[in-house]
Nanobody
Framework: QVQFVESGGGLAQPGGSLRLSCKTS???????????FGWFRQAPGEQRELVAS?????NYADSVKGRFTISKDSSRKTFYLQMNNLKPEDTAVYYC????????WGQGTQVTVSP
């Protein structure tokens, strides 16, 4: 059963912006509010890496700090990644999941940053 559905990726120019959404399911509100979630990305031939996480606090990889913002909407059981000042090295497939004890990975959403 798919619990995480990513959307919002696409093609952007360097310096541009994209907003990714992660729609979750099978979480009652109290559980959703208690969990830590993360956005991950994987470039071809590279390991999947954690980009940002949200729980009691937010945390970011150094490579995206100051450019990306993670947020969540408890009523929609959805969390987001606002990506500003995009760079070519941000190009990857972006996935969302629980921060730990991951559920099955979804298809992700492709982000391509190119002139």
């Amino acid at each position: 059963q798919v619990q995480f559905v990513e959307s919002g990726g696409g093609l952007a120019q360097p310096g541009g912006s994209l907003r990714l959404s992660c729609k979750t399911s099978r979480f009652i509100t109290s559980v959703f509010n208690s969990l830590e979630f993360g956005w991950f990305r994987q470039a071809p031939g590279e390991q999947r890496e954690l980009v940002a996480s949200i729980g009691r606090s937010t945390n970011y990889a150094d490579s995206v700090k100051g450019r990306f913002t993670i947020s969540k909407d408890s009523s929609r059981k959805t969390f987001y990644l606002q990506m500003n000042n995009l760079k070519p090295e941000d190009t990857a497939v972006y996935y969302c999941n629980k921060l730990r004890a991951h559920d099955s990975w979804g298809q992700g959403t492709q982000v391509t940053v190119s002139p």
